[in-house]
Nanobody, 119 residues
Framework: QVQLVESGGGLVQAGGSLRLSCAAS????????MGWFRQAPGKEREFVAR????????YYADSVKGRFTISRDNAKSTVYLQMNSLKPEDTAVYYC????????????WGQGTQVTVSS
């Protein structure tokens, strides 16, 4: 069972930056596709970004393209989300998720980290 632990959330002013980290347990991290999702109060969880196991291919929600960057360090079993030019509408709990090779969807989730952007 993969365990994911997010960190790096906090309070930041609009226009500022934060970097989220997600540390994974297990020795096969390099085989997982990884994603970031977020859920704002009263809203459904939404996709933010995804990175393939090799790190060479990434996908982003239109709302964060050009501002957020997902990356991974397989040697550290960690995936990152660099968030720049933050807006109040980015306020949410951010979750990382793993898709193991045997699964057709994300099947492991972290506990989430709060990001609050003040105007």
């Amino acid at each position: 069972q993969v365990q994911l632990v997010e960190s790096g959330g906090g309070l930041v002013q609009a226009g500022g930056s934060l970097r989220l980290s997600c540390a994974a347990s297990g020795r096969t991290f390099s085989t997982y596709a990884m994603g970031w999702f977020r859920q704002a109060p009263g809203k459904e969880r939404e996709f933010v970004a995804r990175i393939r196991w090799s790190g060479g291919i990434t996908y982003y929600a239109d709302s964060v393209k050009g501002r957020f960057t997902i990356s991974r360090d397989n040697a550290k079993s960690t995936v990152y989300l660099q968030m720049n030019s933050l807006k109040p509408e980015d306020t949410a709990v951010y979750y990382c998720a793993a898709q193991t090779p045997s699964s057709s969807d994300y099947n492991c989730w972290g506990q989430g980290t709060q990001v609050t952007v003040s105007s």
